[in-house]
Nanobody
Framework: QVQVVESGGGLVQAGGSLRLSCVAS????????MGWYRQVPGRQRELVAT???????NYADSVKGRFSISRENAKNTVHLQMNSLKPEDTAVYYC???????????WGQGTQVTVSS
């Protein structure tokens, strides 16, 4: 059984910063990818940023240069540093773990990020 738990959401003014963290626990083996997705009501969940256990990163164009993803492999923890936040970054942010050995993914419960103008 694998669990993913997020923390760090909240309310911030435009131009401010927030840091999200996510910890995965349970049966985690080999190469994996952890990352963040976000969703607003009425829209599909979209990629924000991902990072593999080998260190390869991927960012949505809308957050490049503002957000930075990092991870601590020994702790199965991933962080998302969000700077220069905009009102359009407001969403529920979900952490995701994808394990390549069994093609399974696990989602967290989500954390709300609200950016006021």
């Amino acid at each position: 059984q694998v669990q993913v738990v997020e923390s760090g959401g909240g309310l911030v003014q435009a131009g401010g910063s927030l840091r999200l963290s996510c910890v995965a626990s349970g049966s985690i083996f080999g190469l994996n990818r952890m990352g963040w997705y976000r969703q607003v009501p009425g829209r599909q969940r979209e990629l924000v940023a991902t990072i593999t256990s080998a260190g390869s990163t991927n960012y949505a164009d809308s957050v490049k240069g503002r957000f930075s993803i990092s991870r601590e492999n020994a702790k199965n923890t991933v962080h998302l540093q969000m700077n220069s936040l905009k009102p359009e970054d407001t969403a529920v942010y979900y952490c995701n773990l994808f394990q390549f050995f069994n093609d399974r993914q696990t989602w967290g419960q989500g954390t709300q990020v609200t950016v006021s103008s």
